[in-house]
């Protein structure tokens, strides 16, 4: 059984944060900013909330009986009782023989292209353990993304309006960053595994290189972009924003409504119609929420029995990043259109350009990762630079087909206007 590294690394960037955002809101109640004191607190807690109810719904505490751990969870402990038990799984795995074990079936990739289907025993510990796991990587978006996010937001546009960053608020802000990045990874890793549930996936260490450093551009830039854009243009940025979340919270549920499947009932059997509605919503609000910083490598498809659509569509991502960029690209031309005298202490056109480069540098290591490091890259149909090629090919013929038009409506107007002339010189002999 591997070590439980993933969890560790969750509960300590959980706890990181909730340390410095719980000291910096101090401060801020000591210089008597109570909205900033306020915001950085609501950014903390409600994601901390989050986290408690996801633990106790994956592990299905309420129907176990387990009233200490429930009112640890209301203590906003969990992640730590959590982390305890996985590491006492990990320490007792055997030692204790197990009662019986079970037998999954995985595929299993070859070097040379052909997969072998293996057999594994699979005792209680380790299928608790892998409940933990996935537990964690689903906390640690909602972390990510409901939480580390808006704080990193919130922290860059005060360090801009005051235009200086304190030790406290600058570490909140590289342990958010952090945490945006890690619970990127994790959404990767998830819908790796997802996709390609039927194989037994390794995920080597340049692939999380390359997905850290393909992170890690996209959001600060994203994030910086955004900071920018509504310090200069503060009542445009809630429409860009409510633009943004609107359209990613309603995407899935209009291919839901298109493709006329019945509603999904295999959520949960418990739950009603009304309950699975509100994890719907829950799941797609999520969703809307990762679009907003970075690209979602899981797609939703609440038709699909997983919920989770496990094609691989090129066309997509290629459409989200070029948006995407024309978007940056937009919001920070108009940062530094009307940009004020606070920031004549730095090079605007500098900024402008290293912000449009990081995020191609984002897109370069996503090329790289999707190219050379995909886990499960022999499985693809088609590669990613064959699949933009297409997509690069389809736009340019779609424009060239419109710039043809008009050519060919001009070539037909004089045609049609000497047939005319011809016909008008050739009446008068007929006349005669």
Known sequence: MK????????????AAELVAALYLSSTYRSAGDRIWQGLT??????????????????????SRDRPLVLFLHLLQLGPF?????????????????EPYVSITKKKQMRKNGYSEEIEKEVGQAEGKMFTHRAAFNRTSVIQAFIGSAPQLTLQLYVSVKEQFVTPGRGVLMVISLLTIVYGALR???????????????HVKPAAYICIFLWRSFEIATRVVVLVLFSSVLQIWILPVVLLNFFTFFFYPWVLFWNSKSPFPENIEKTFTRVGTT????????????????CWSAVQLKLNDPDLINKSQNWYRLAVYYMLRFIENAVLILLWYIYKTDVYTYICAPLL???????????????????????????????????????CIHFVFHCH?????????????????????????????????
């Open 41 to 62: 607190l609501v950014f903390v807690l409600v994601p901390s909330i989050l986290v408690q109810f996801t633990l106790t719904f994956v592990h299905r505490d309420v």
């Open 3 to 14: 070590p439980p590294g993933g969890i560790f690394v969750s509960v300590f960037l959980f």
């Open 400 to 432: 060239c087909h419109k710039a043809a038009e008009p050519v060919e409506r001009a070539v037909l107007e004089p045609n049609n206007a000497n047939d005319h002339e011809q016909g008008a010189q050739l009446s008068p002999k007929s006349q005669d």
């Open 187 to 201: 959404c990767n890793i998830l819908a790796i595994k997802i996709k390609y549930d039927e194989y037994e996936v």
């Open 278 to 293: 509100m994890v719907l919503c829950c799941l797609t609000f999520l969703y809307a929420g990762v679009n907003m910083f």
């Open 81 to 97: 009782v959590r982390c305890l038990e996985a590491l006492c799984i990990y320490l007792n795995v055997g030692r204790v023989e």
């Open 352 to 390: 402008v350009m290293q912000l449009l480069i990081g995020y191609c540098i984002a897109i370069f290591f996503m090329l790289v990762f999707y190219q050379f490091c995909h886990p499960c890259k022999k499985l693809f149909t088609s590669s990613i630079s064959e699949g933009l090629l297409a």
